[in-house]
């Protein structure tokens, strides 16, 4: 159980962190601000440009990591710091430009010459490649290697964790079984997508979705070459496409990343390429792992989540100027289990919401500046369904818990007395098992009892994403954060919500809400091509789950993120949730 003395060890640390950024801003930032011992760049210098643009290459870009990627496996990485990660090795028809702001959320060609030529129906999306496409075996990169890769998403049993968008649109009976089950001469069945010649592909959708070249332009959209696919060790060695190959991968501790030599520049105008090698170091020893950064041993956190508390307060008061205040899209939540008894009861689940202390969950993550703003809606307020719904008075409250509706809540569901149960927090998440255990010592106030359990977060798909294991273990709560796969409703949401999206594992709709309303409204926002009427709809799914208590959002994340000195070429991209776009920096040897 949280103790009252770390808990006001963090809000000190977190009023420090508060003050000097004000500091900071109301002095402009800069290279010398005052007090300030670094030179670098200046304080946000990241956000909206290119921090010290070059086009000088060579040298090992360092990162450092808490937490290893979820998989090196394009088809079944879900982790936004493994898709900002994927690129120096993995390609797709298209890709996220490599511009700061939010200029990355345009579409651009990567593997296609540009985006498809989609036809008057919204049905058929057909791409033709770049000439001098190529594996890191030197072998011709071709349409039937993009249609296999993206075949393998169908192999559910062996090929889990990452997303489903593609699969539930080509083949929404998922009547196709995945290339390891295909009958087919060449094992290319799948008939939603055709390949008439090496350097063509077409897309042949049942029903339209606007959407549907943001699928393409995630991981799983990439390629992969049929004579080398390992099936579930694929992940260990994944053949590149990109101007960097695998050398070496030790799970849970490092990755090297050495020059593709067979890769081409003419076929690739957005990847500069410009380190020799890159490195990832995985420790979870996050404080060890700030210090480092900030003495030079590493250039940037792979993971993208900000620096620990303590990591900030020294950041902030000795290098302001090597450092960013990142807005990111993530929403920081509760997911209640619907499966699991009380919380198969909304009243039970008000209650949550009601004995809640959203400030104190604020303050323990690094308070407004640092941690973010206190969340009334389930989507992010970058995305259309956002809206200023508040029927728990949140916001009206400042944070403030009120008991009395909590304890009103629990005599409603027949718990008067409070109930037990148990939450699930990630140790090599900055900050999250902190929280955990400060909710934890807030619902206890009303007879609330939550046990905490740390879990590995590069292992939470097959833990908190298991339906089977949370039943089996008791779990009513899971505390995590999302961020949009890309910058819609659907992008952001369905994954969370939708009860089609719930799978034995890698389920992300961790409360397991099965509402055919909820599922319907998916449906009719993703079927219109008004902006305004899907934005409404968005916005009528919003209240249905926050009215139902379904899922607890509590904070929209900032980050404070370390800009290592060395680096080039450093920018904040919206289109990866504000991290850095990874595939663009170099490094001054």
Same mark, same amino acid.
């Given at each position: ?14 009023a ?23 030179k ?9 440009k ?29 982790? &936004?710091?493994?898709?900002? $990660? =994927?690129?120096?090795? #993995?390609?797709?028809? @298209? ?5 700061? %702001? /939010? ?39 071709t ?9 393998r ?11 489903a ?44 979705? &606007?959407?549907?070249?943001? $699928? =393409?332009?995630?991981? #799983?959209?990439?390629? @992969?070459?049929?004579?080398k696919?390992? %099936? /579930? ?39 500069p ?19 480092k950064?900030m ?10 989540t ?70 009334n ?75 905490v359990d ?20 008791g779990y ?12 819609t ?18 389920n ?28 409404s ?53």
């Open positions: 159980m949280l103790t009252g003395f770390p808990q006001r060890r963090l809000a000190a640390g977190a420090l962190v508060v003050a000097a950024l004000v500091s900071t801003t109301a002095c402009g930032g800069g290279d010398d601000d005052g007090d300030s011992k670094s670098g760049a200046g304080y946000n210098a990241a956000l909206d290119v921090v010290n643009a070059s086009t000088k290459t060579g040298g090992t870009l360092k990162f450092v990591g808490k937490q290893d990627f979820d998989s090196l496996d394009p088809q079944r990485t879900y982790y &936004g710091m493994t898709w900002d $990660f =994927l690129r120096f090795f #993995t390609r797709t028809l @298209v890709t996220y430009d490599t511009k700061p %702001g /939010a200029a990355s959320n345009k579409l651009v060609g990567d593997l296609a010459t540009g985006p498809a030529q989609v036809s008057a129906d919204g049905k058929t999306y057909t791409y033709k490649l770049r000439d001098g496409l190529t594996w890191e075996d030197g072998s011709k990169l349409s039937k290697d993009i249609k296999y890769g993206i075949e998403i169908w192999a559910t049993d062996v090929i889990t964790g990452g997303p968008y593609i699969k539930q649109t080509l083949d929404p009976k998922g009547e196709y079984k995945g290339p390891y089950k295909d009958k087919s001469k060449d094992k290319l069945g799948l008939k939603a997508i055709q390949t008439p010649d090496d350097q063509t592909i077409v897309f042949k959708l049942p029903k339209p979705n &606007g959407d549907f070249e943001q $699928f =393409l332009a995630m991981p #799983t959209g990439a390629p @992969v070459k049929a004579a696919d390992t %099936g /579930a060790k694929y992940t260990q060695h994944p053949l590149s496409s990109g101007p960097y190959k695998v050398q070496s991968y030790n799970a849970g501790k490092s990755l090297t990343l050495v020059r593709n030599t067979a890769w081409k520049k003419a076929s690739d105008p957005l990847r390429a410009l380190p020799e090698k890159i490195t990832v170091t995985i420790s979870a020893n996050l404080e060890e792992n700030d210090k950064l003495e030079g041993d590493y250039d940037v956190d792979v993971n993208g900000g620096m620990t508390q303590s990591g900030r307060v020294t950041a902030v008061q000795d290098h302001r100027a090597d450092i960013d205040n990142i807005q990111t899209s993530f929403v920081r939540y509760v997911a209640m289990v619907h499966n699991t008894k009380p919380l198969d009861d909304a009243h039970c689940r008000k209650a949550v919401f009601y004995a809640t202390d959203f400030k104190g969950l604020q303050q323990t993550r690094g308070g407004e500046i640092a941690g973010g703003e206190i969340a809606s389930v989507f992010p307020k970058s995305i259309p369904g956002y809206s200023d719904y508040d029927p728990y008075g949140v916001l009206a409250r400042k944070g403030k818990p009120d008991l009395a509706k909590a304890k009103d809540e629990l005599k409603q569901c027949g718990k008067p007395g409070g109930f037990s149960t148990k939450i699930t927090a990630r140790t090599n998440n900055p900050g999250e098992v902190d929280t955990a255990e400060a909710l934890q010592e807030q619902l206890a106030k009303v007879g609330i009892k939550i046990e740390s879990i590995d977060g590069a292992q939470s798909s097959s833990i908190t994403g298991s339906p089977k294991v949370v039943k089996e273990r009513g709560m899971t505390m995590s954060g999302w961020g949009p796969d890309f910058p409703g659907q992008g952001y949401a369905q994954p969370l919500f939708d009860s089609r999206f719930i799978f034995d594992n890698g992300y709709n961790e409360s397991q809400i099965k509402d055919p309303k909820i599922d319907k409204l998916f449906d009719d926002a993703i079927a219109t091509t008004d902006k305004a009427k899907a934005k709809l968005y916005e009528q799914m919003n209240k249905k789950l926050i009215d139902n208590a379904d899922w607890m959002p509590f904070i929209y994340e900032k980050n404070i993120s370390w800009r290592g000195p060395r680096l080039t070429n450093v920018y904040s991209s919206a289109a990866y949730n504000g991290r850095y776009d990874y595939v663009s920096l170099g490094v001054v040897k």
